[in-house]
T-cell receptor
């Protein structure tokens, strides 16, 4: 299957700082990528849809000014958590689809801990 | 988006066959059924996908009745390493439609 990578795998930062997470499709191009957040013992929650060359579409309740998404190329989407606070600590996962009838593939996730 | 309902948890023993059923009463004509497996602190991993009848690959089988309002993931002869959360999702085959995750089924395989 297709491969999606994320970087970094885990990050610890101080409250008030910004953190950027990268999502890359390694062997295919993706015009659309998705960002999820997962708290312990809970399911994945869709945060936003990242569209190459255009603005991201955010789910209800997700602050677009806090979670900045940039999809600058067909293989890279970035999620920046601005002015991070301890409640933003979570597991962030991205996904992408090769198209042509294939399903979505998920990245390995990024563990964010805000102190 | 079709909502899915799965059992919260299941227990099994090594070597047994495990069947996890998912209900999706509002499935649309263009929707496919996809199952993912997730281990702690990892992203979901694709297991199998189908539209109707039966699909089989090297790790699982997927049974879908004619009305497509439910589906059953079958894991033959599970091992301890199959302990994970299994998610059933319904969505358009195009892959660009957002996926809405339900609660998933937490499978515990014991020796």
């Amino acid at each position: 299957g297709a491969v999606v990578s994320q970087h970094p795998s885990r990050v610890i930062c101080k409250s008030g700082t910004s953190v950027k997470i990268e999502c890359r499709s390694l062997d295919f191009q993706a015009t659309t990528m998705f960002w999820y957040r997962q708290f312990p013992k809970q399911s994945l929650m869709l945060m936003a849809t990242s569209n190459e060359g255009s603005k991201a579409t955010y789910e209800q309740g997700v602050e677009k000014d806090k979670f900045l998404i940039n999809h600058a190329s067909l293989t890279l989407s970035t999620l920046t958590v601005t002015s991070a606070h301890p409640e933003d600590s979570s597991f962030y996962i991205c996904s992408a689809a090769p198209g042509g009838g294939e399903t979505q593939y998920f990245g390995p996730g990024t563990r964010l801990l805000v102190l | 988006l079709a909502k899915t309902t799965q059992p919260i948890s299941m227990d099994s023993y090594e070597g047994q066959e495990v069947n996890i059923t998912c209900s999706h009463n509002n499935i649309a004509t263009n929707d496919y059924i996809t199952w993912y497996q997730q281990f702690p602190s990892q992203g979901p991993r694709f297991i199998i996908q189908g539209y109707k009848t039966k699909v089989t690959n090297e790790v699982a089988s997927l049974f879908i009745p004619a009305d497509r309002k439910s589906s059953t993931l079958s894991l033959p002869r599970v091992s301890l390493s199959d302990t994970a959360v299994y998610y059933c999702l319904v969505g358009d085959i195009g892959g660009f439609q957002k996926l809405v995750f339900g609660t998933g089924t937490r499978l515990l395989v014991s020796p």
